[in-house]
């Protein structure tokens, strides 16, 4: 690869697979150039598919709400005399209490957990990397489960808000833990940082067991619900705390797509193209570990979504970070406001675990994505 080729990639998006050494990951995901068109196409799709996914998740549930009493209470709030307020006595409330906050905070996550999915796999070159691969989500559990078992852990704080203040303090300092383990002479290499991420994850196991075996039963109870991921517990304070982080990690993740163009070409190819890797590396795994710890920070562990919708979009607009980012950011928010509509109406009365919702169906269809790239591809490995 000569430094006259990579004006001409870098103005399409295109990868050479080739570039990298045979059998690594960066050589094996099967890297095509990225398609302008469908790239832009799948964004308009992902767009329309949110804003419907978000009106049919504020029209649903067991106060009834049509969709143009949602239209209506939208525009009265921004000053528009136009549309039918809802007819229910509760309707407002039920909208700008419950649905609304909760809709918005299910897209921030769903956006943060894809756009740190895409991240990862890019900087690591790995196919298989998400934000658990390095202790994030394990290491804000952690935080939050030990305020949840320790009370007087959580100091000025109270109730929720200390909750989600350890785990996003959890999970970044377990990201910098990790990352130092990982670091010598100056350099980190990935195969030491994701062994030292599975040791991590490994040791924050076994002190979520030991703070669950010393736990009230509930503080128990509390864990568990924690553990398993919900947007029950959304309000607008909690839009108000997470969506700066989130606007911000999805930002500097934009600015850095180029830099993660090159570095898919491979380390030594993106040095001689003037990418410092190992600094690439640092702010990467900072904003992922920014928009990983605010995302889980107030609904638990969510699982998959990170992994499974970034493989998608690059399935649909090659791997180019220019649509790969922003796409898996939008299929992220769709596959949790989606996934949290089904677990707050697939049972009347009664409210399922999203993250156990994303876990079910995330884990066969990645398996399902397994199945087909070892067939088309010959596989990651």
């Known amino acids: 690869m000569n430094a006259r080729t990579v004006p001409a990639a870098e103005a399409t998006g295109a990868h050479t697979s080739g570039a990298g050494t045979p059998g690594t990951p960066q050589a094996t995901t099967g890297l095509t150039p990225t398609k302008p068109t469908r790239g832009i196409v799948l964004l308009v799709c992902l767009v329309v598919a949110l804003i419907a996914a978000a009106l049919v998740s504020a029209v649903s549930g067991q106060t009834p709400i049509t969709p143009g009493e949602v239209l209506g209470s939208v525009l009265h709030r921004m000053g528009l005399d136009v549309g039918s307020l809802p007819a229910h006595p509760q309707g407002e409330n039920t909208l700008w209490v419950a649905r609304f906050p909760r809709i918005t905070l299910g897209i921030l996550v769903g956006a943060a957990l894809g756009c740190a999915g895409a991240l990862m796999q890019g900087v690591f070159s790995n196919p298989l990397a998400e934000p658990g691969v390095i202790g994030i989500s394990s290491g804000a559990a952690v935080g939050a489960c030990t305020v949840i078992v320790l009370p007087t852990a959580s100091g000025m704080l109270s109730g929720s808000l200390a909750v989600a203040a350890a785990a996003f303090v959890g999970g ?99 040095r001689h193209l003037g990418v410092d890797v190992e600094r690439l590396r640092q702010l990467v795994i900072l904003i992922v570990a920014l928009l990983t710890s605010a995302g889980v920070a107030f609904t638990g562990i969510i699982a998959f979504v990170g992994l499974v919708v970034p493989h998608v979009v690059r399935m649909v607009a090659g791997p180019g970070h220019r649509f790969l980012v922003p796409g898996s950011a939008l299929g992220g928010a769709l596959v949790l406001v989606v996934a949290d509509l089904v677990a707050r109406t697939a049972i009347a009365h009664a409210e399922l675990p999203l993250g156990m919702l994303t876990s079910l169906v995330g884990g066969p269809f990645f398996f399902w994505l397994l199945r087909r790239t070892r067939t088309s591809q010959g596989g990651w490995a």
């Open 172 to 270: 970044l300092v377990t990201t910098l833990v990790v990352y130092a383990l990982a670091r010598a002479n100056g350099r980190t290499e990935v195969v030491t940082l994701v062994l030292t991420g599975v040791a991590i994850n490994a040791f924050t196991s076994g002190v979520l067991a030991f703070l669950v075996f010393i736990a009230s039963p509930s503080a128990r109870e509390q864990i568990v619900f924690w553990q398993l991921g919900s947007l029950n517990g959304a309000t607008w304070r909690s839009v108000a705390i997470v969506a700066p982080m989130v606007a911000a990690g999805l930002v500097a993740a934009m600015l850095l797509r180029r830099k993660l163009d090159l570095l898919s070409l491979g380390e030594r190819a993106a």
